[in-house]
């Protein structure tokens, strides 16, 4: 305990809990701040409708490179891009999953197609074969008669042997799609914190220095004239690099929501209190829609989500128009304790009582 005494070590110590404190104040703000933004953000910021359309096909790796030397990075600006018909939203009378853009989401694919869907519709099909051969040949008609027959081995441990070698293949693809599901996000995967409110969606990016902004669904007059699904159609949406790793941190900010993007194969709780985390990686560009994914009251049918997913550059470009840094995370050594040093040292006070 006397060490405590060495000013240097008591420097240390209130640095400690400065942090701490900064990093209670953060979460304060982060939990209350939203409250007041939704209106502000939403009226002065309706521009992804009127703002023109770009190509969503353009190569990640050479037609934007030409663009960029051209124009310096404080010059590029983000313009959302339009939805390919067809692509990361429902179509009619479609019954099948969407097309998956994500690792995770193709393997899952490939189970349900190649696995599941042939060995479910063998063995209905054989059944149903057995039972209209018991029916027919073993009709009572034509059998006054019955058998008496009540035991076969040969058969019962056939019946018995199959049907575990089945469940034994489909287990082995089934616990490694199960087990790549919850691998632990990479060290360079992008963290975004996504939260859940009666009845939007927030985002923040705290790595790129993004605070919060909040995403509502799009007035049906505003999604069709920017050519999107209206219900589906947001005015912020979500936007991620095309082939990194996202890390998301879920939670419900009132009561329970899930964050799904189908196209991603990506479906998370939202729950008051908790930070679910999930990942997924999107390998393609383009627009993919979701909603949110569990009963959360009366505007539960309109609180849709907009995932962009953009060229490294683009995203990039986009950081920069939300005033973030895209080369985040944003450094812990120098730059972010010394801002927030001042208000961590008062706030630090009453702390250090405890
Ligand atoms: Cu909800």
Not at 16 to 36: F, H
Not at 74 to 100: E, L
Not at 221 to 249: F, H, S, T, W
């Amino acid at each position: 305990m006397k060490s405590l005494k060495t000013p240097v070590i008591k420097v240390l110590i209130a640095a400690a809990l400065s942090l701490g404190a900064v990093g209670a104040g953060q979460a304060q703000t982060a939990a209350t701040a939203p409250a007041e933004a939704p209106a502000a953000t939403v009226a002065a910021n309706p521009a992804p409708v009127a703002a023109p359309v770009e190509a969503p096909a353009a190569t990640p790796a050479t037609a934007p490179a030409a663009g960029d030397a051209a124009a310096p990075a404080a010059d590029a600006t983000y313009v959302p891009m339009k939805p390919t018909p067809g692509v990361g939203q429902p179509i009619d009378r479609g019954i099948d999953f969407q097309p998956q853009v994500s690792p995770i989401g193709e393997q899952a694919y490939w189970f349900n197609h190649v696995m599941l869907l042939p060995i479910i519709t063998i063995i209905s099909l054989f059944v149903l074969g057995l039972l209209l051969w018991v029916i027919v040949r073993y009709r009572a008609k034509a059998n006054p008669v019955p058998s008496k027959t009540t035991h076969n081995t040969f058969i019962e441990i056939i019946w018995t042997a199959i049907p575990v070698l089945i469940l034994a293949v489909i287990a082995v693809p089934s616990i490694r799609l199960l087990a790549a599901q919850y691998e632990p996000p990479k060290k360079d995967a992008l963290t975004i914190k996504v939260t859940g409110y009666q009845w939007y969606w927030g985002y923040a990016y705290p790595d790129q220095g993004i605070g919060e902004y909040v995403s509502k669904m799009l007035p049906e007059d505003q999604a069709k004239a920017a050519g999107e699904p209206y219900q589906l159609a947001v005015d912020n949406r979500m936007v991620v690099p095309v082939g990194r790793q996202v890390k998301l941190i879920v939670t419900g900010a009132d009561v329970i929501h899930s964050f799904a993007v189908p196209a991603f194969w990506t479906k998370m709780d939202a729950v008051p209190g908790r930070a679910n985390e999930t990942t997924f990686t999107a390998n393609k560009v383009g627009v993919y829609y979701g909603q949110c994914s569990e009963l959360c009251g009366v505007d539960h049918g309109y609180m849709p989500i907009a995932v962009e997913v953009l060229p490294v550059d683009k995203w990039e470009a986009w950081v920069r128009s939300k005033g973030g840094n895209p080369a985040g995370p944003v450094v812990e050594t120098a730059a972010a304790p010394t801002e927030i040093a001042p208000a961590a040292a008062s706030a630090a006070l009453p702390a250090a009582k405890n």
